[in-house]
């Protein structure tokens, strides 16, 4: 490829990258993901449980589902030069560990990242004080592995 190329796949994989995540941040703020109150309610199945979310989930996994359906069909992405698609099968602790400990602290906080931050941006001060924990939390699990794992 030549460097023209590459820019242009550059420039087409921001420009994507820009719209999916304006468009990802604007279904949060219209679904009410953003509010941890609503978050913590729907994850509150034996109390007050609001199932509006459920919607929202079921959404969400019908899109990528059909996403990724189309994105097997066309075996080359359309903003870079290939797909990066995983290729471990297997579980193992830390993965397990790990999943369980983020779906803890989503459902205590009522945030996952995407809806955090999207909420930097409405000034909500709960997410102005949830991101950098999570940030630090980040850096923490990081630095844990090259630690004990020295990679």
Avoid at 49 to 54: A, K, S
Avoid at 123 to 147: C, D, I, T
Wanted: with cysteine; aromatic share 10%; proline share 6%.
């Amino acid at each position: 490829m030549t460097s023209h190329t590459l820019r242009a796949l550059d420039l087409r994989a921001l420009a994507f990258a820009a719209g999916t995540g304006l468009l990802f941040g604007a279904g949060l703020i219209v679904s009410g993901m953003t509010d941890p109150g609503n978050v913590q309610g729907f994850l509150d199945i034996a109390g007050d449980w609001r199932p509006e979310l459920m919607g929202v989930l079921g959404t969400g996994v019908l899109v990528a589902s059909l996403l990724f359906l189309l994105a097997r069909k066309l075996g080359v992405p359309l903003a870079a030069p290939h797909f990066n698609w995983p290729t471990r099968r297997d579980l193992d602790l830390p993965l397990v560990g790990g999943s369980a400990l983020f779906g803890a602290g989503w459902a205590l906080a009522g945030y996952c990242p995407g809806p955090a931050l999207t909420s930097l941006g409405a000034l909500n001060s709960e997410a102005w004080l949830f991101v950098p924990a999570m940030a630090a939390g980040m850096w923490l699990a990081q630095w844990f592995r090259k630690a004990t794992h020295g990679s």
